[in-house]
C-alpha cells in the first residue's frame, strides 16, 4: 500500500503565496510522476500541474506563470510553490502520484494514488 501526505494549505490574502508539500511512503519499487489537482465547491476535480522522475513539468494554463511544481526524489515528495495567489485558486488541493509496484517478483505494473487534499482558501 502506498499513502500520500500532503500539508501546507491555509488561509492566505489575494498575491500571497503557498508552498504544498506531499510526501510518499508504502511499498512501490519507484515514482513515474507526481501532481497536483484541485477541486472547488460544485466543480469537478481539475489537473494543475505534474513532474515526471526525469524533471519534466506541465501546467494548466490558469498555473503557468504563478505556480511552480517540483520534486525530491531522495525523499519520494513533491512541491507545489503558489504566488500571487488569487480568490479563484480557492479549492481543495489533491496529491496524486503514479508509481511502480511489484505485488509479486514477477509482477510489475503501475498504479495510481491519491493524497486526502489539503484546503487552500485565498480571501479577496
Known amino acids: 500500500q502506498v499513502q500520500l501526505v500532503e500539508s501546507g494549505g491555509g488561509l492566505v490574502q489575494a498575491g500571497g503565496s503557498l508552498r504544498l508539500s506531499c510526501a510518499a511512503s508504502?511499498?512501490?519499487?519507484?515514482?513515474?510522476?507526481m501532481g497536483w489537482y484541485r477541486q472547488a465547491p460544485g466543480n469537478q476535480r481539475e489537473w494543475v500541474a505534474t513532474?515526471?522522475?526525469?524533471?519534466?513539468?506541465g501546467y494548466t494554463n490558469a498555473a503557468k506563470g504563478r505556480f511552480a511544481i517540483s520534486m525530491d526524489s531522495a525523499k519520494n515528495a513533491v512541491y507545489l510553490q503558489m504566488n500571487n495567489l488569487k480568490p479563484e485558486d480557492t479549492a481543495v488541493y489533491f496529491c496524486?502520484?503514479?508509481?511502480?509496484?511489484?505485488?509479486?517478483?514477477?509482477?510489475?505494473?503501475?498504479?495510481?494514488?491519491w493524497g486526502q487534499g489539503t484546503q487552500v482558501t485565498v480571501s479577496s
Open positions: 496524486h502520484a503514479s508509481v511502480v509496484v511489484t505485488p509479486a517478483t514477477t509482477i510489475k505494473y503501475s498504479r495510481d494514488y
Open positions: 513532474i515526471t522522475s526525469a524533471g519534466n513539468t
Open positions: 508504502g511499498s512501490f519499487l519507484n515514482i513515474n510522476f
